[in-house]
């Protein structure tokens, strides 16, 4: 009995403990979280699980900012004014209570992705065409001067890049979207990135749009024209017919009116 009940006591204080440990991570957001470009400011904020007497903010590896808290806030903001390349990073955060001794676990990592316009866009195209029937495969090509990278394929609404490719050889990335469906409808964006500054980014590309036509639907503008058409003409065929027999009628009414009067005079 007694190794039964060491055994449930062991399994309750893993899981409690790997649920305080869960529990206990902060998480980091920026603001702006993208469309950052060099020169902007951004702000930091770890959002803090428990009451924090300090937090710190990595920049890779490196301590970059350090507050101590004062009043039981639950978020710690920091700012990065006037961005440079050097601070397109990784970034984490990380808190101390002084109640609880030892490192409490880091944040998951943010990316600062920083746009430097003196990268001139990408191109790109989409091909076959911009109304397709769904089913197709669409493929779209993003290009720059031949520089080695990554290339990047950005969907308008989605906040991380959809696709990328790196490209050692040759300038051009082609990305297919295979038998697409209507949910593949939108714009399309390229940026590239070279290998050195993985968070330095070139400016997004022109867009192309893709509209997926959903299946038959290509069919219903014509088909509603016949419809439209051959009820019009029935319409008028019934208001024709109605017209010509009231007409015929008071016709008939008025010769008959018309004739014992002619008769009585
Ligand atoms: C789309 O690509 C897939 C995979 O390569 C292929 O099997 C399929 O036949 C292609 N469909 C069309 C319509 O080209």
């Known amino acids: 009995m007694a190794p039964v009940a060491l055994a449930l006591i062991l399994g309750w204080c893993l899981v409690a403990a790997s ?10 957001s920026l603001h702006p ?59 984490q955060c ?10 409490l676990e880091k944040s998951d990592p943010v990316e600062l992705v920083v746009t430097d316009s003196s990268y001139s866009p990408p191109g790109i195209s989409l091909s076959p065409e911009e109304h397709v029937e769904m089913g197709t495969n669409v493929t779209i090509q993003c290009w720059n001067q031949g520089l080695h990278g990554t290339i990047f394929l950005h969907k308008d609404g989605h906040s991380a890049p959809i696709q990328h490719q790196d490209h050692s050889a ?5 990305f297919t979207l295979f038998r697409v469906t ?10 590239y990135r070279f290998g050195g500054s993985y968070f330095l980014s070139s400016p997004l590309a022109d867009n192309v749009r ?22 019009g003409c029935a319409a008028a065929l019934v208001f024709g017919l109605g017209l010509y027999f009231i007409l015929d009628a008071s016709s008939f009414w008025i010769r008959r009116d018309e004739s014992p009067a002619g008769e009585g005079a």
């Not at 509209?211 to 051959?230: D, K, T, Y």
């Open 19 to 28: 649920r305080a440990q869960h529990l206990s991570r902060p998480s980091l």
């Open 170 to 174: 040759g300038s051009t990335a082609t």
């Open 94 to 103: 990380q808190y101390r209570v002084l109640a609880l001794p030892g490192t």
């Open 33 to 91: 979280s993208q469309g950052v470009s060099l020169g902007d400011s951004v702000t930091l904020r770890c959002h803090l699980p428990l009451p924090a007497a300090r937090v710190c903010v990595y920049q890779h590896k490196y301590l970059r900012f350090l507050k101590n808290m004062h009043k039981e806030e639950d978020t710690a903001e920091f700012s990065l004014v006037e961005v440079r390349q050097e601070d397109a990073m990784k970034y």
């Open 182 to 191: 209507p949910a593949d409808s939108g714009t399309y964006r390229c940026s």
């Open 210 to 231: 893709l509209e997926v036509a959903p299946p038959g639907a290509e069919r219903m503008p014509c088909g509603n024209l016949v419809v439209a058409v051959v009820r």
